[in-house]
C-alpha cells in the first residue's frame, strides 16, 4: 500500500565496530595495542576471519576482522605493503596480529607505515589469547544485534499493524513512527504544505521554518531514499497508484544518531540511516495511505447517502418521514431538533482552464472533506455533502434554538482551522477582501421541523451566492448581512426585477452595445458609486473631468432622465446593482 517496500525483504545486519570488539573481555585478555589505522576504529565488523597465508584478500567480501599470527606472511618489505593493500583494497574492518610466533617485540615497521598510510587498523596482540574465543565473542555479539534489529523491526510491525486496524488518524501514525524511531518526522502533500509533524522533542519551530524551500531541496534518489545533503530519509505517501504525499524522518548526515528509547540505534554500514528506519518510515506510510484510503472509500459511500438525503430535502423528492428514517440509520437524528441549513462555497468559482477538466470536482472534494472535519471538530450533527457543482450543505441538528449561534460559531471556527491546517489559504485562489481562502459560509434561518428544513437549505445557498458580492470578511453570512445587493440577488430569477432592469438602462445598454469602446454603463456606475460626486467619479472612471461631464450628459440624453435627480439617481443604481445580480451566476 506504501509507495515501495523494502527491497530484499531482509533485516539489515547491525554490527559492533572494531573499537566495540577490543573492548571485548577475550581481546583485552591478549592485551591489544592498536598501532596503525586508530582513524579507522569505528569501522563495522561484519564478521571475523582467522588467516595464515599471504594471498586471503581474494575469499574476502570486505568488512572482516582478519587475526592472524604472521608466520605465513612475506618476509619482505615489498611483500608485506603488497599485503596490507590487498586487504585494504578489498574493504577489511581491521587486521589483528598475535605477538610471539613470527614477531616477537611488535610488528615490522613497514607493515605499520603501510596501515597507516591506508588508514587500516592494525593491532598486536601482545599475550598469546584462542582465536577462537574472539570469533565466538564476536559472532555471538552479531547475532544478539541482528536479534535486536529483528525484535525492533518485529515491533514496528506489530505497532504500525495494530495501528491500521484501529483506523488510526494522521497524526497518531505520526507520533508513533517519532517515538519508535527517536526522529522528527514530518508529513507533507505534492505541495509541500505540512499535513502533521512530530519534532521528536526538538523545536518545532526551527523544524518547519522555511519548510516548503527547504523540502524542495530534499530530492532523494528514489521513492524510498535517504538525502544525505539534507539527512531526510524519504518515502512517498499514496494507494492505488496516486501519491498524496511525502514522508520524511531526519537522520542527520555525518552526525550522533538520535537517542532511542532503548538505546540500541546504530548507524548502517553505508554511513546512512539503518535498514530499521527505512522499514519504519515504510510501514508508517502505508498506515497513512491505508487510513486515508479506508476513511475516503468508507465516507465516500456515507457521503453518496447524506447527498442523497439532502438533495430529497431540496427537490422534494422523497417523503420527509423517509428521509427522517435513513438518516437515523446513519446516525443523524432530525427529529424533534433544532435545524440549521449551511452551506459553504469558494467565493470565486474555479478560474477557466487552470488545473484542467479534474480542477473543479477535487477542489469541491476537497473542501467538502474540509467541512466534515469541521463538523466533526465542532462536535456538530449533521447531514452534509456536495449540493451542487460549488457548494457544500450541511443540515445542522441541534437539540434546542438557543444553541443555534454557538454551533454555528463553533463550526466556522473550525473550518477556518482546518483549511488553515490543509494549506488550503495557499492554493485558493487570491481573496477579494473575503473569507479566508475565498470561503463564504452562509446559514439559513433555523427552523422547528424537518418539513420546512428545505426553507433554511435554500435560504442559505441564496445567501451565500449573494454574500459573493460582499467584500466584507464574516465567519458567518446570515440574512440580514447581504443588504439590498443580497436581496437582488436573491431576486435575480424574478421577471419583474428583469423588467425593471431592461426600463431603468435597456437604453443605455443597447448604445454600449453599438458603441462598445464607449462602455458609458461603467461611467454612470462611476458617478453613483461616488455619490454623484462627479470630481470623485471622473477620478474613479480615470477620466477628465470635460470628458466625464461630456458623459454623463449623453447618458442623461439616452436614458431620458435628470442625473441631479437623487430619486432618478436611486432608482438607476438599484436597477445596475440588479443587473449585476442577473448577470451573476
Known sequence: MSSSGVTDGSVAAVFPTVREVLALDPVRHGAPRVVAGDTGLDRPVRWVHVA???????LLGGGELVLTTGIGLPGDDAGLRAFIGDLADVGVSGLVVELGRRYVSGVPRVMAAAAERRGLPLVELRRATPFVRITEAVHALIVDAQLTELRATEEIHQRFTDLSVEGADAGEVIRQAAELSGCPVVLENLSRQVLGYDPAGESAELLLDGWEQHSRRIRPAGRTAYDPDSGWLVTVVGARGQDWGRLLLRWPAGGEPPTRRDDSAEVSPGGGPPTRLT???ERAASTLALGRLIRRDAEGLERQIHRTLLTALLDH?????EVALRARA???????RHLVGVMV???ADDPAGEGGPEAGPARLRDL???????LREAKLTAL????????VGALLALPDPAAEDRALSAFATALRRVRLDAGAVRAAEPSRGGAPGGVIVAAGSGVGGLREARRSLVEARQIAEAARRDRRDLPIFRLPHVGLAGLLHLLRDEPRLQTFVERELGALLEYDARHPRERLLDTLRAYLEQGRNKSAGAAAAHLSRPAFYERLARIARILDVDLDSVE???SLHVALLALDAVRTP
Open 279 to 281: 522499514i519504519l518510515i
Open 52 to 58: 595464515e597465508v599471504p594471498d586471503i584478500a581474494t
Open 368 to 374: 467538502s472533506e474540509a467541512v466534515g472535519q469541521a
Open 384 to 391: 452534509t455533502s456536495a449540493v451542487d457543482d460549488h457548494s
Open 568 to 570: 432618478a439617481s436611486l
Open 345 to 347: 462555497r469558494h467565493r
Open 317 to 321: 423528492s422523497r417523503p420527509v418521514d
Open 330 to 336: 446513519l446516525g443523524v437524528v432530525l427529529e424533534r
